[in-house]
């Protein structure tokens, strides 16, 4: 009867959402192509794909952050395990789709999650055969859990957190939660905290880890795209003897504040310049506007090796995927998602570059992650548009404050590495085929 009322009430919940949906995916164009995906719908290319021999591991990541954690969870699998590793790798939001199927190479295959309803996901589980699904960060899909213990899949959470409000949310769950979380192989989470709160919820404390937040392990650095970063900077007029603030991530709010902030300024810092880098590219001729409105020159990511702008005040990053070979040139940056809307985005790719990073009060998707960088004092958090504006000029004006943070950053990002080592171990029992390179 559980099942049945949750299943219900799913597909309540979905019609009422599905206008917003539709008008989202109208709006943002992204997954239309691939519409067939949500239901577990695939043509004959994708068929065939999925239908290879080569033991399957399904990996599944929402968006952007949890897709960094992906791709290099699944280097490391293949990396460390005997037996050649094949992985179909599902996204949530178009923004992540796109990302991925940058980066995506064959033998591996690109799908977005289906719809949980138990037709659906048992409709998945016959095309995508896995041997292994695996979870980024909390992704609780009741539907697709049960179908794992139906077929005796194996099932693990990797870079597994949950945050204090969710946790007290969660817990009016438990009905769910006690019955889901013991069906997990492993669980992997990113403190102990998080370890101690999965384990209250349900889970089998034999298979929880604290291990660390996936999040430090980085891809390593790319000095080619980060040169070209470096010439779409410098067809801005932006060269090292200017100094760049970098918006990352921004959400509609962030740009107008930091703006004009960067307006306020210029005049006593003549070497200073912004760039922008919206969340959401396709948000790229909304901001344009607003920058047009406060009378400031723009060039724009996509357009600029075409049309240079020498003399611009701003470079609008209006692409997707290339945002931290940009960080690789600022010297302080602001994390976005943080002072205007909640969540966070991601703060350790810039201050693993050696960057003096900023976030608003709202960095509630990295709170573990907050709390041991404010401990060692390698970042910098404000409340308000106010204390953002005078940290920001705090920084630019004592060169040496910016970078003894940006020190502390990087030297914090190095020390917290190793996760991803651990989170190999605890999956060994689980891996398929035969067990790991030593």
Not at 23 to 28: G, P, T, V
Not at 178 to 198: G, H, I, Y
Not at 242 to 254: A, D, N
Not at 297 to 311: C, F, K, Y
Request: net charge positive; hydrophobic share 45%.
């Amino acid at each position: 009867m559980i099942w049945i009322g949750y299943n219900i009430l799913f597909i309540i919940g979905f019609c009422l959402l599905l206008p917003r949906f539709l008008w989202r995916m109208l709006r943002r164009g992204g997954y239309r192509r691939h519409f067939g995906h949500r239901w577990a719908s695939y043509d004959a290319d994708t068929r065939a794909a999925l239908r290879a021999d080569t033991p399957c591991i399904w990996m599944h990541a929402v968006s952007v952050g949890e897709l960094f954690v992906a791709f290099r969870l699944m280097e490391a699998l293949r990396a460390s395990n005997a037996q050649p590793q094949r992985f179909v790798l599902t996204t949530t939001t178009s923004t992540g789709h796109a990302l991925a199927r940058q980066r995506i190479q064959a033998p591996d295959v690109l799908l977005y999650f289906p719809v949980d309803l138990p037709f659906i996901m048992r409709r998945a589980f016959r095309h995508i055969r896995p041997s292994l699904v695996c979870l980024v960060e909390c992704e609780l899909w009741p539907n697709l859990i049960r179908c794992c213990a139906e077929k005796a899949c194996p099932l693990a959470l990797v870079n597994g957190r949950i945050s204090h409000k969710s946790f007290a949310g969660y817990r009016w769950l438990r009905v769910f939660t006690r019955r889901l979380l013991p069906e997990f192989n492993v669980l992997c989470m990113q403190s102990e905290s998080d370890r101690q709160r999965v384990v209250h919820l349900g889970a089998r404390p034999d298979r929880t880890h604290a291990v660390g937040s996936a999040k430090y392990e980085l891809d390593p650095r790319d000095p080619e795209q980060e040169a070209a970063a470096a010439r779409v900077l410098q067809a801005a007029g932006i060269t090292n003897d200017h100094v760049l603030v970098l918006g990352g991530s921004t959400w509609p709010g962030e740009e107008e504040i930091l703006a004009r902030w960067y307006q306020a300024q210029r005049d006593q810092f003549p070497a200073l310049r912004l760039a922008l880098a919206p969340r959401h590219a396709e948000r790229a001729n909304e901001v344009l506007a607003l920058l047009a409105r406060l009378g400031l020159r723009v060039a724009r990511r996509s357009t600029i090796e075409q049309t240079p702008e020498p003399d611009a005040d701003v470079v609008l990053i209006d692409t997707t995927g290339e945002l931290r070979h940009f960080y690789a040139h600022a010297a302080i940056v602001f994390v976005g998602k943080s002072l205007t809307a909640h969540g966070g985005q991601n703060m350790i790719e810039p201050a693993a570059l050696g960057k003096a990073v900023v976030v608003g009060p709202h960095m509630e998707n990295f709170a573990a992650s907050m709390e041991d960088f404010k401990v060692h004092d390698a970042i910098v958090q404000v409340t308000s548009p106010a204390e953002l504006e005078a940290a920001l000029t705090d920084l630019l004006a004592q060169p040496g404050k910016r970078e003894a943070l940006a020190t502390r950053a990087g030297q914090h990002v190095a020390r917290k590495s190793g996760a991803m080592e651990t989170t190999l171990r605890a999956l060994q029992s689980v891996l398929p085929g035969d067990s790991m390179r030593p």
